[in-house]
C-alpha cells in the first residue's frame, strides 16, 4: 500500500502526500499534552498535531497518521492517548508500519 501512495503522489515526504491528498493539517495548543491525532469528517481528512514535537517526531508523527488515513478509512476516528485498548493498539501498530515503510523508501542522506 505505501508503494502505491508513493507511486500515486509521487514522493516519500508526508508534508508533500499530505498536500497533495487535500489532507488538513491543524496544529495543537503548544502546551497540549497531545502528540497528535486524525479525523476523518463527512468530506475531509484532518490531522492534529502538536507543533512543539521536534522535527524527527513531526515528520513521523506525519506519516503515523497518514497510516490511520490510508489504512482505516473506513474505521473510527482515531485519537491517540485517549485511552488504549487492544483493538486501538492494534491501529497505532499498523499506522506504525505505514510509517516505517513510507521512511524506509526514502533515500538515506549522511
Do not use: W
Amino acid at each position: 500500500m505505501v508503494r502505491e501512495i508513493v507511486d500515486k503522489y509521487d514522493t516519500e515526504a508526508p508534508e508533500k502526500i499530505i498536500d497533495y491528498a487535500g489532507i488538513k493539517v491543524i496544529e495543537l495548543s503548544p502546551d497540549s499534552k497531545e502528540k497528535s491525532f486524525s479525523l476523518k469528517t463527512y468530506d475531509k481528512d484532518i490531522i492534529v498535531i502538536n507543533p512543539d514535537l521536534k522535527d524527527d517526531e513531526y515528520n513521523y508523527r506525519l506519516a503515523h497518521e497518514l497510516g490511520h488515513i490510508f489504512i482505516h478509512f473506513n474505521k473510527c476516528n482515531h485519537a491517540h492517548g485517549f485511552g488504549k485498548n487492544h483493538y486501538q493498539e492494534t491501529l497505532d501498530a499498523e499506522a506504525n508500519y505505514f510509517a516505517d515503510n513510507l521512511f524506509s523508501l526514502s533515500p538515506i542522506t549522511v
